[in-house]
């Protein structure tokens, strides 16, 4: 098992699929040796590509499947620079030592500002009217044309994109109703909603912002959308799987709903090549875009610089704030002492075992400590500089260790 500890110019950073370049300025100021590339690469490319590579940053068209993790034998932790993290195996790169960071929550306005573009779109009807006008029609008219103020909104899905949805809607002056199925406190004149049917029966226009897992998988369908009030509207800009195309392209053909606007779907084109295609398409009263829910420079930027610190602090430090599939600890900066990062399995007796090798090594603890996810604990001793790299092999080569990593 390798144990580490080399000049920061060293390190070498892969990030793919264009991000933001302030992040790229952030490792390049940290003295990283940094690879950016604007496209995503394949299961095979990334193999070949990953096999001297430390941190890897990546969005949301990259895989990193176990085929990859099972190369990267270098790779000390990943960045997500999107919310989601469904397109890597988090169990494989937690078994492998390898912590997986992401940015839940930069990109949570610009979300909130589309979906409420999206209701005053939907509620005056202004596809029809900005296409009618580019054609030269006149079509100056109040049907099919509302405020949004006194309607009722409904969110499925309280975090924190939900939440600011809540609170630019009541700022429009429109009533908000809210189902999470985690206990919320409601944000301004919110009110909570036990039942989603009755959330559903209740609401003009439903906007969905829930996660993508088993459970949301098809949450909206056919029985769902007929609790809706006829001539309701139905937003996603959550995740794709979560609404049932079929059901929704059927309710839109029977008027049973007046319109829908979607920003993500059930498959999406993997490049800019790839032609999209839906059957919600050509549809006067369906707003698509094409995920761009997050895609705003001040989002882009907000991810960039947070995944980015935070994929520079546990490289510097060891600091482990915001995995998501590791043991999450922050730690102090490191002031006269050697830190070592010990990876382990997470079954009794491996701190016995660490603390009696190195009390019989002579070697003083100046600070430990002990976090635990699943079946993976993360231990981490700030130790007098009389520890050497004798020793800390000696470390690795307990049956219990993972992988250990020394910051001298």
Same mark, same amino acid.
């Given at each position: 098992?390798?144990?580490?500890?080399?000049?920061?110019?060293?390190?070498?950073?892969?990030?793919?699929? /264009?991000?933001?370049?302030?992040?790229?300025?952030?490792?390049?100021?940290?003295?990283?040796?940094?690879?950016?590339?604007? #496209?995503?690469?394949?299961?095979?490319?990334?193999?070949?590509?990953?096999?001297?590579?430390?941190?890897? =940053?990546?969005?949301?068209?990259?895989?990193?499947?176990?085929?990859?993790?099972?190369?990267?034998?270098?790779?000390?932790?990943?960045?997500?620079?999107?919310?989601?993290?469904?397109?890597?195996?988090?169990?494989?790169?937690?078994?492998?030592?390898? $912590?997986?960071?992401?940015?839940?929550?930069?990109?949570?306005?610009?979300?909130?500002?589309?979906?409420?573009?999206?209701?005053?779109?939907?509620?005056? !009807?202004?596809?029809?009217?900005?296409?009618?006008?580019?054609?030269?029609?006149?079509?100056?008219?109040?049907?099919?044309?509302?405020?949004?103020?006194?309607?009722?909104?409904?969110?499925?899905?309280? #975090?924190?994109? !939900?939440?600011?949805?809540?609170?630019?809607?009541?700022?429009?002056?429109?009533?908000?109703?809210?189902?999470?199925?985690?206990?919320?406190?409601?944000?301004?004149?919110?009110?909570?909603?036990?039942?989603?049917?009755?959330?559903?029966?209740?609401?003009?226009?439903?906007?969905?912002?829930?996660?993508?897992?088993?459970?949301?998988? #098809?949450?909206? #369908?056919?029985?769902?959308?007929?609790?809706?009030?006829?001539?309701?509207?139905?937003?996603?800009?959550?995740?794709?799987?979560?609404?049932?195309?079929?059901?929704?392209?059927?309710?839109?053909?029977?008027?049973?709903?007046?319109?829908?606007?979607?920003?993500?779907?059930?498959?999406? $084109?993997? /490049?800019?090549?790839?032609?999209?295609?839906?059957?919600?398409?050509?549809?006067?009263?369906?707003? *698509?875009?094409?995920?761009? =829910?997050?895609?705003?420079?001040?989002?882009?930027?907000?991810?960039?610089?947070?995944?980015?610190?935070?994929?520079?602090?546990?490289?510097?430090?060891?600091?482990?704030?915001?995995?998501?599939?590791? $043991?999450?600890?922050? *730690? $102090?900066?490191?002031?006269?002492?050697?830190?070592?990062?010990?990876?382990?399995?997470?079954?009794?007796?491996?701190?016995?075992?660490?603390?009696?090798?190195? /009390?019989?090594? !002579?070697?003083?603890?100046? !600070?430990?400590?002990?976090?635990?996810?699943?079946?993976? =604990?993360?231990?981490?001793?700030?130790?007098?500089?009389?520890?050497?790299?004798?020793?800390?092999?000696?470390?690795?080569?307990?049956?219990?260790?993972?992988?250990?990593?020394?910051?001298?």
């Amino acid at each position: 098992m390798a144990v580490t500890s080399f000049p920061k110019n060293k390190i070498k950073v892969l990030l793919l699929e /264009g991000v933001h370049p302030q992040s790229v300025r952030r490792f390049e100021d940290e003295g990283f040796d940094v690879d950016s590339r604007v #496209g995503a690469l394949d299961e095979k490319e990334l193999t070949a590509a990953i096999e001297d590579v430390h941190i890897l =940053g990546i969005r949301s068209k990259t895989r990193i499947t176990q085929a990859v993790l099972e190369k990267a034998n270098r790779l000390l932790t990943v960045g997500a620079f999107c919310i989601g993290t469904n397109q890597m195996d988090l169990e494989c790169a937690s078994h492998r030592g390898v $912590p997986v960071f992401n940015a839940p929550y930069s990109n949570t306005r610009s979300v909130a500002e589309l979906v409420m573009t999206y209701i005053g779109m939907l509620f005056r !009807g202004l596809y029809t009217k900005i296409k009618g006008a580019h054609a030269g029609e006149w079509s100056k008219t109040t049907a099919g044309s509302t405020e949004i103020r006194g309607k009722t909104l409904g969110i499925i899905g309280y #975090g924190h994109i !939900g939440q600011q949805v809540s609170v630019l809607a009541e700022a429009f002056g429109m009533r908000v109703l809210y189902y999470d199925v985690v206990d919320k406190l409601s944000m301004g004149n919110a009110t909570r909603v036990i039942d989603i049917r009755d959330l559903m029966e209740r609401s003009d226009v439903v906007s969905l912002h829930v996660p993508g897992t088993p459970d949301t998988e #098809g949450m909206i #369908g056919e029985k769902q959308i007929g609790w809706m009030q006829e001539g309701a509207f139905l937003l996603n800009a959550s995740r794709g799987t979560v609404v049932d195309i079929d059901a929704l392209t059927a309710a839109l053909d029977s008027a049973r709903l007046a319109g829908a606007a979607l920003d993500v779907f059930p498959v999406e $084109p993997k /490049g800019k090549g790839e032609k999209f295609r839906s059957p919600l398409q050509g549809r006067d009263n369906v707003v *698509l875009t094409p995920h761009i =829910g997050g895609a705003t420079e001040e989002a882009q930027r907000n991810i960039g610089l947070e995944v980015a610190g935070k994929l520079i602090r546990y490289t510097n430090n060891g600091s482990t704030d915001g995995a998501v599939n590791f $043991p999450n600890e922050v *730690l $102090p900066e490191m002031r006269d002492h050697h830190r070592i990062l010990h990876i382990h399995k997470n079954v009794p007796g491996v701190l016995q075992k660490v603390n009696t090798m190195f /009390g019989e090594a !002579g070697i003083n603890v100046a !600070g430990q400590y002990l976090r635990t996810y699943e079946d993976v =604990g993360y231990l981490i001793m700030d130790t007098d500089k009389s520890a050497t790299r004798a020793m800390i092999k000696q470390l690795s080569e307990l049956p219990e260790s993972i992988k250990v990593r020394a910051l001298f």
